[in-house]
């Protein structure tokens, strides 16, 4: 009994951070691992994703209906980035951290000004259960559920799917792309936007968890980064490992020395993990296959 | 000499259709002086924005107030803002900006306690004047600075002996990583034991952390009868609706929610149910003279979401610093500290009456106990009234005689003369 109350707690710390890391990198994942844009602006779709979750809900939609149109709302505010400042980037990759960076303070800042320095919360659903001495919040394990299927769909949607071929075919080379027919112009577009709407959905689901301010999305920021630069160019094989990996380390790190801790962890892990594996996991599995 | 020439006229014009803009009457008095700068450096964007927006918004409202009444000694007091984002750098930018180039009469500055002592160096340094309008750790024994807000002895030794003794011995704290959360967890845990209590655990949290899943179990495990929430910033506010969900169901106490972050009000309730904080001020207190202060706050910036305990602190510090220019018949800092050290600086704050204590050049302060309901009503089960700030003073600190420039804390007091 004793033993299978830690175990499921240690389950559990683990889930909650490996929803947290996954959810928070799997739009950068596409935008940066993809297609090699550096997003700094991540962290502003991510808070976009919250604030407009909390706005419907206020206004009467239930919460999954309010978690879409922020997903829906986070991607349409991606395809005019993509087509106002990004595109016009795409060869200029170092000049693209400047413009996100720009975007991310006008964003932060716009919020401020427009909204007011806070929005009300919109309450955690579900309430919570009992295992032994311990009580835990159901909703959690929705995220966690949520994080497998984003990985799933993201896995489908990348192998299965024309549009999926399409876009890595662009990504890989694309003039030759291009050359097939294939209007890569237009498939960037929707693979960035791909990346704002999951960043989003990555907001709207944590809105009911957090403080909602306009600077909600640096909270996010390094954690997203630090697991798509260990996982690596490849979105399924890439993230998923490397959130596995990343969550292992933090929830232990946590549990046995606190927060403070936890962080420490987590970026030792990165710097060992990074050294040791220059292209990421998912460069690593991709050598091995091949 | 020709261009010095063109520059005075142009200041000359300016200051002339600045006047003209005027009532005619207060147009001679202004003109007579010059006017009385006060340096404002608040954090009105950044992580911590939502709890000082209403400080500078309560520094205008006051200085309005003044200047439509006549001024101080008959000039006029110019505000010159700058926003500290939040970022204690800029703190140290704009404290030299304001010292050196805008040269102001004084600054009210600063929210966190290491963006304080990020410019505390700088004031010391070039003999500036500046009011810490905030709620703190304690220990400041600079006579450069005067604090306005409250501090241990006032919001610990009040709150923790009501809480043990209303919930019990066991105690928590879950504080957050940096001078203010590790000096506040000393003085709980000096408590606690000069109480009878123990330490059930304690944990810091870096500044910025978000997610609580771990801490929350951690806290379960040790079975606390109350936590102590020393959180700061909105991120690390993100802890009261996680525990909620998890269904810690534990008392809180604080010295900083509420009266700060205003969390009962942006928490969907009951996530902040039984949470008690010491606070010297915040709009629910029900007395003629709060209403007051909060129906002229609100007329003035209807979409103020809270008039919180900063807010106040920084609009009554405004009117001591005016009683005591005219007092000293002077803004410059010695001769104000003369004023101080006759110890009867005193007002009628909204919050009741306060008085700057002249060996610490803290203030005295009516202490609210606010307690927050499970649908984040609030409610004051006890007040306690003119708690003095004394632990400084009996500690050795006596800003009359001797001037260290140093904070001081419990485990490392003023050294014995």
Partial sequence: MDIATHVFSALYQFGDAFAFLVLSACGLAVIFGMMGVINLAHGEFIMCGAYVTAATVHAGLPLPLGILAGTLVSALVGVVVELAVIRHLYDRPLDTIVATWGLSLIATQGTLIMVGSTMAGVGTPFGSFQVGDYSYSIYRIVLFCAALGVLAALYALFNWTRFGVLARATIQVPHMAAALGVDTRLIYSLTFACGAGLAGLAGGLYAPTMTLVPTMGATFIMEAFVTVVIGGADVFLGTAPAGGVLAVVKSAMTSWQGQLFGQIGLLVAVIIVVRVLPKGISGFVLRERT | ?417
């Fill in chain 2, 1 to 417: 000499m020709s261009k010095s020439v063109l520059r005075g006229l142009r200041a000359a014009a300016l200051t002339g259709t600045l006047v003209l803009g005027l009532p005619l009457g207060s147009q001679l008095a202004l003109a007579a002086e010059n006017p009385i700068k006060l340096g404002v450096l608040e954090d009105q964007s950044g992580d911590f924005a939502a709890a000082t927006i209403g400080k500078v918004h309560a520094i205008q409202l006051a200085a309005d107030e003044i200047n439509k009444a006549g001024g101080i000694m008959g000039r006029p007091l110019e505000l010159v803002p700058y926003d500290t984002q939040s970022d204690n750098t800029r703190y140290q930018e704009f404290m030299r900006r304001v010292l050196q180039r805008d040269k102001v009469d004084v600054v009210f500055a600063g929210f966190s306690s290491a963006s304080r002592e990020a410019y505390r160096p700088i004031v010391d340094q070039f003999n500036g004047f500046a009011f810490y309008n905030n709620q703190y750790e304690g220990g400041v024994c600079d006579g450069h600075m005067i604090v306005t807000g409250a501090v241990p002895e006032q919001q610990f030794s009040t709150l923790i002996p009501y809480m043990m003794e209303k919930y019990g011995k066991n105690v928590y704290t879950l504080a957050a990583d940096y001078n203010f959360g590790q000096i506040s967890a000393e003085w709980v845990r000096k408590i606690v034991k000069e109480n009878g209590g123990k330490m059930a655990g304690e944990e810091f949290i870096p500044l910025g952390v978000s997610q609580f899943s771990q801490s929350i179990q951690n806290i379960q495990k040790a079975k606390p009868d109350f936590v102590v929430t020393l959180l700061v910033g909105t991120a690390q506010a993100s802890y009261y609706e996680q525990a909620a969900s998890a269904n810690v169901n534990l008392p809180m106490a604080s010295s900083v929610n509420v009266g700060q972050g205003y969390e009962h009000k942006r928490f969907k309730p009951p996530s902040l149910k039984d949470m008690y904080v010491t606070t010297n001020y915040i709009e629910e207190i029900d007395s003629p003279k709060s209403k007051e202060f909060y129906a002229k706050f609100k007329a003035k910036f209807p979409s103020e979401p809270y008039v919180n305990q900063e807010a106040e602190n920084s609009y009554l510090a405004v009117y001591l610093y005016k009683q005591m220019v005219e007092r000293a018949k002077s803004t410059k800092r010695e001769e104000i500290r003369k004023v101080i050290a006759l110890g009867d600086v005193c007002m009628d704050a909204p919050e009741g009456k306060v008085c700057i204590d002249p060996k610490s050049q803290h203030m005295s302060h009516t202490i609210y106990l606010a307690k927050v309901g499970a649908d984040h009503s609030i409610s004051f089960p006890k007040v306690w009234e003119d708690i003095k700030p004394y632990w400084l003073g009996e500690a050795g600190c006596d800003l009359t005689k001797k001037d260290p420039m140093a904070q001081y804390t419990p485990s490392n007091p003023p050294p014995k003369p």
